[in-house]
C-alpha cells in the first residue's frame, strides 16, 4: 500500500466519515501487517479506506483506519478480533457525566460488591441442573465468603454439558489501564459496549456464579443482601475466560489461570439505598440461567438489569 502523506492524511481525515484507533502492540506489528493489508483490499477495496498512524494514546502507539461506512469498520474489527482498539474512554481522566459505570474505576466502585458468600452445596447446585449432562471438577468446596483474586466455583459449559469448576475472581484489565505489569483482575463489568469485553460475551464464555449472599459497602462496614424469599437460588450472571496468563502478583510471578467476573447494572430499590451506583446482575429463574449461558448475545444482555424491587432482603450477616 503507498504510504500517505502528511496533507493525504489531512485529507482522508475530512473525506472518510468512519474512523477506528487500534493500538500498535509493544513488538510492532511486523508480519501481522500483510494479512491486513489484504483483508482490506478484497473485502474493503484500496479505495475505500485508509491506513494512517493515529499518534499515542495512554502511553502507546496507535494507527487509526478510516472507512467510508460503519458495516466496514465493524467487519474489519470482526475479522482480526485480537487487534486492541484504543478506547481512551477507559483511560485514566477520562471524564463524561454520561459515562457508564466500568470505563473510568473510582473508589466508589472500585469497592463494589468485591464481597460475596456461597454456602450451597455442590450436590444442590447439580440438582438445579436436572436433565442437562454434568460434571463436578471444583473439588472439595468450602462454603464462606469470596473476595476478589480468590478462587470461587462457576458453572460453565463444558465439552458436553455443563461442569462446575473453580476460576480466579477477576477478568484480565484493559492494557490501556495497566500502570505495570501486574494485573490485579476486573471483579465487575458494566460497560458491554467496551471493545475490550466484546470478545468474551458469547456463549462459550458466559458462566454462572453460585451466590448466596453480597456485600454492598456502607459506612462502617458493608451491608449485606440475600434473597427475600429465602432457600431461593441466586447465580451472578459471569463471564470467563481459561488458561489466561498474567502477573496477578508479583510475589509469584506470571502464573495460568481460568478467571471470572460478573456483570453488574442498575441497583434495585433495596441495594439503591445503600448504594446507589450499582448492584450485582442476579439471575434467579432456570429459564434465565438457560438464556444467559445459550442465548445469542443480543437476548442475553436483557439479563443485565436489577432484580425487582422486593427480590432481596437486608441481611446482619451472609448466609
Request: proline share 10%; glycine share 10%.
Amino acid at each position: 500500500m503507498t504510504r500517505r502523506t502528511e496533507l493525504q492524511s489531512k485529507a482522508d481525515e475530512r473525506a472518510f466519515p468512519v474512523r477506528i484507533w487500534f493500538y500498535v502492540p509493544p513488538n510492532g506489528f511486523g508480519r501481522a501487517m500483510m494479512p491486513m493489508y489484504k483483508w482490506l483490499d478484497r473485502h474493503i477495496g484500496k479505495a475505500s479506506y485508509a491506513l494512517h498512524g493515529g499518534g499515542g494514546n495512554g502511553g502507546r502507539d496507535r494507527i487509526a483506519l478510516y472507512f467510508r461506512c460503519p458495516h466496514d469498520a465493524s467487519a474489519f474489527a470482526d475479522a482480526f478480533p485480537n487487534l486492541e482498539v484504543a478506547d481512551g474512554t477507559i483511560l485514566p481522566g477520562y471524564y463524561s457525566p454520561n459515562a457508564p459505570h466500568g470505563n473510568v474505576v473510582t473508589d466508589d466502585e472500585a469497592a463494589m460488591c468485591n464481597l460475596y458468600s456461597q454456602t450451597t452445596a455442590q450436590e444442590a447446585v447439580r440438582r438445579l441442573f436436572v436433565g442437562l449432562e454434568w460434571s463436578d471438577g471444583a473439588g472439595n468446596l468450602e462454603p464462606g465468603s469470596i473476595y476478589p483474586d480468590r478462587l470461587a466455583p462457576i458453572v460453565r459449559h463444558s465439552s458436553n454439558g455443563l461442569e462446575l469448576v473453580r476460576a480466579r475472581w477477576g477478568m484480565p484489565s484493559p492494557a490501556s489501564v495497566l500502570k505495570t505489569e501486574r494485573d490485579p483482575g476486573v471483579a465487575n463489568v458494566r460497560n458491554l459496549a467496551s471493545p475490550h469485553w466484546r470478545r468474551w460475551l458469547g456463549p462459550a464464555h458466559r458462566c454462572l456464579v453460585p451466590v448466596t449472599s453480597f456485600a454492598e459497602p456502607k459506612k462502617g462496614g458493608n451491608q449485606w443482601f440475600g434473597p427475600a424469599e429465602p432457600g431461593k437460588p441466586m447465580f451472578f450472571a459471569g463471564i470467563e475466560v481459561r488458561g489466561w496468563q498474567s502477573l496477578r502478583k508479583v510475589k509469584d510471578g506470571p502464573t495460568t489461570d481460568d478467571l471470572f467476573a460478573f456483570l453488574t447494572c442498575t441497583p434495585n430499590a433495596e441495594v439503591g439505598a445503600v448504594h446507589p451506583k450499582a448492584m450485582p446482575a442476579i439471575l434467579t429463574e432456570p429459564d434465565e440461567w438457560e438464556t444467559w449461558l445459550s442465548a445469542p448475545f443480543e437476548i442475553a444482555a436483557k439479563l443485565q438489569r436489577p432484580l425487582p424491587d422486593g427480590a432481596l432482603q437486608l441481611l446482619d450477616e451472609p448466609i
